[in-house]
């Protein structure tokens, strides 16, 4: 059965700092997509990253990149510069499939990230 | 486009009560989703629609819990006779279908559900 792993229930960061928050996952489907959602206490999730079993190169988006090792199933984000405003919920979710039949996301449990000044 | 909108943001009913939720998608998407959202856990799939056509349910979505979206644009979520245990966030959200596998869905803001 498909899952997702988040062990960290919280993390501190200094601003300015970078921060990584783990993600691992478990699927048989061979090909899958890989999102991080943040969720700032408004509570809307907010798109930040993709990355699809195929992609060769680690997906990036300005401060976001996904440090995604296939063989590990894993897909750390790496959060560079942080911000005060990072500080937030953030998911790892996956889709299996290829966005046809099947398309929702698992969600894992969450990390909370609390960047310091 | 103002993204994807839910009403209400926050309802407080009491235990037996029925509510009913609502979620404008945004205008092209073709599928919509809703999630419910409990203290500390991450979302869980409950339903998905394209169009008007109900594809799939979820074995949370139980007897009490009904969605339509009858002319494929909003969508409304019924629960009938609240529990305490539904007390959590229902999210809804909507994506085109092409577009699903690389930028996953435009999430709204939730509704909060508090059944006392």
């Known amino acids: 059965a498909q899952k997702i792993t988040q062990t960290q229930p919280g993390m501190f960061v200094q ?94 449990t969450g990390t909370l990230l609390a960047v310091q000044p | 486009d103002t993204g994807v909108s839910q009403d209400p943001r926050h309802k407080i009913t009491k235990r037996g009560q029925n509510v009913t939720f609502r979620c404008d998608p945004i205008s092209e998407h073709n599928r919509l989703y809703w999630y419910r959202q409990t203290l500390g856990q991450g979302p869980e799939f409950l339903t998905y629609f394209q169009n008007e056509a109900q594809l799939e349910k979820s074995r949370l979505l139980s007897d009490r819990f009904s969605a339509e979206r009858p002319k494929g644009s909003f969508s409304t979520l019924e629960i009938q006779r609240t529990e305490q245990g539904d007390s959590a966030m229902y999210l809804c959200a909507s994506s085109l279908t092409d577009r699903a596998s690389n930028y996953g869905y435009t999430f709204g803001s939730g509704t909060r559900l508090t059944v006392v």
Do not use: H
């Not at chain 1, 943040?38 to 930040?48: R, V």
């Not at chain 1, 063989?71 to 046809?100: H, P, T, W």
């Open chain 1, 15 to 108: 601003e300015k700092e970078a921060v990584t928050l783990d993600c691992t996952y478990d699927t048989s489907d061979p090909s899958y997509g890989l999102f991080w959602y943040k969720q700032p206490s408004s509570g809307e999730m907010i798109f930040l990253i993709y990355q699809g079993s195929y992609d060769q190169q680690n997906a990036t988006e300005g401060r976001y990149s996904l440090n995604f090792q296939k063989a590990r199933k894993s897909a750390n984000l790496v959060i560079s510069a942080s911000q005060l405003g990072d500080s937030a919920m953030y998911f790892c979710a996956m889709r299996e499939g290829r966005g046809g039949a099947t398309n929702k996301l698992i969600f894992g």
